[in-house]
């Protein structure tokens, strides 16, 4: 059993910055590939990026691609979005999500443990 914590939401103004953090249990962190999701009111959840076990291999959401950053310090049981730039369409609530198969997928079917979400606003 995997139990993962997100912190780091917030309200922003368009262009701000946030950085948000996942928190794993267990000792087996560095095994997983692991991914953040958001969603939106009345949306379905979508795949923001993902990055591999080791950290050497990360995929981007077209839409974050160039102001977000996925990173993971696996001595820590961490992971960490940074998210420059901010939109106002970049409200949601952000998941952290643990896929134990490593699968090379955008679809959050392929992730086994999720956390409990964290809400971003970006204002204008």
């Known amino acids: 059993q995997v139990q993962l914590v997100e912190s780091g939401g917030g309200s922003v103004q368009v262009g701000d910055s946030l950085r948000l953090s996942c928190a794993a249990s267990?000792?087996?962190?560095?095994?997983?590939?692991m991914g953040w999701f958001r969603q939106a009111p009345g949306k379905e959840r979508e795949f923001v990026g993902r990055?591999?076990?080791?950290?050497?291999?990360?995929a981007y959401a077209e839409s974050v691609k160039g102001r977000f950053t996925i990173s993971r310090d696996n001595a820590k049981n961490t992971m960490y979005l940074q998210m420059n730039s901010l939109k106002s369409e970049d409200t949601a609530v952000y998941y952290c999500?643990?896929?134990?198969?490593?699968?090379?997928?955008?679809?959050?079917?392929?992730?086994?443990?999720w956390g409990q979400g964290t809400q971003v606003t970006v204002s204008s």
């Open positions: 999500a643990a896929d134990i198969a490593g699968d090379i997928t955008t679809s959050p079917m392929a992730y086994d443990y």
């Open positions: 267990g000792r087996t962190f560095s095994t997983y590939v």
């Open positions: 990055i591999s076990q080791s950290g050497a291999n990360r």
